[in-house]
């Protein structure tokens, strides 16, 4: 089973301000990487898949980056809407599917 | 638009049974896989069951292999889950999601029911 970490557990960014969240694999997922944002009280929402291509609706804002083991999540401009917790998901050995713990993005 | 709506959630106690259904719309059901997946009060994701788009195949987590049943009506656009044996740890709410087929990553999600297993 691929072991999918994230950090920082919590990241305090305020409005306008770039942040940058981690997720590390436990063995090669090639750009089999997945990153989706969850809000209080709702369904996880897809922001990116392969890796670094963004879903559809998805703002700018938002990338992904990264291949192998080291994926990047960047929000460029944190807007009111964006604080949410986020979580990276691999696809590329399964099963199972494995998600990482979520970082929580909140306000500074 | 994508639409799974999720139903069958509520209360149970250990060792009870119950059966989720999600019924799908907006895009052509049998041609896709479907994934349940659960959350625990205040945890984070866990990845249950997955059925391809035929049913032909099914997997499941380790923690609820043996226990839970995915299962698909094509005919009629559901998608269910039967929980055996429940215990407290699996109180959380189930999502039932599409599969972005070809690719094997979730595009979709549904809203989710929430299963509370206690006496």
């Known amino acids: 089973e691929i072991v999918m970490t994230q950090s920082p557990a919590t990241l305090s960014v305020s409005p306008g301000e770039r942040a940058t969240l981690s997720c590390r694999a436990s063995?090669?997922?090639?750009?089999?990487l997945a990153w989706y944002q969850q809000k209080p009280g709702q369904a996880p929402r897809l922001l990116i898949y392969?890796?670094?291509t963004r879903a559809t609706g998805i703002p700018a804002r938002f990338s992904g980056s990264g291949s192998g083991t080291e994926f990047t999540l960047t929000i460029s401009s944190l807007q009111s809407e964006d604080f949410a917790v986020y979580y990276c998901?691999?696809?590329?050995?399964?099963?199972?599917?494995?998600f990482g713990q979520g970082t929580k993005v909140e306000i500074k | 638009q994508v639409q799974l709506v999720e139903s069958g959630g509520g209360v149970v106690q250990p060792g009870g049974s119950l059966r989720l259904s999600c019924a799908a719309s907006?895009?052509?059901?049998?041609?896709?896989?479907m994934h349940w997946v659960r959350q625990a009060p205040g945890k984070g994701l866990e990845w249950v069951a997955f059925?391809?788009?035929?049913?032909?195949?099914?997997y499941y987590g380790d923690s609820v292999k043996g226990r839970f049943t995915i299962s698909r009506d094509n005919s009629k656009n559901t998608l269910d889950l039967q929980m055996n044996s429940l215990r407290a740890e699996d109180t959380a709410v189930y999502y039932c999601?599409?599969?972005?087929?070809?690719?094997?990553?979730?595009?979709?999600w549904g809203q989710g029911t929430l299963v509370t297993v206690s006496s």
């Open positions: 999601a599409k599969d972005r087929s070809g690719s094997y990553f979730i595009d979709y």
């Open positions: 907006g895009f052509t059901f049998s041609s896709y896989g």
């Open positions: 059925i391809r788009y035929d049913g032909s195949n099914k």
């Open positions: 063995q090669s997922v090639s750009s089999n």
């Open positions: 392969g890796a670094s």
């Open positions: 998901q691999q696809y590329s050995n399964w099963p199972p599917w494995t």
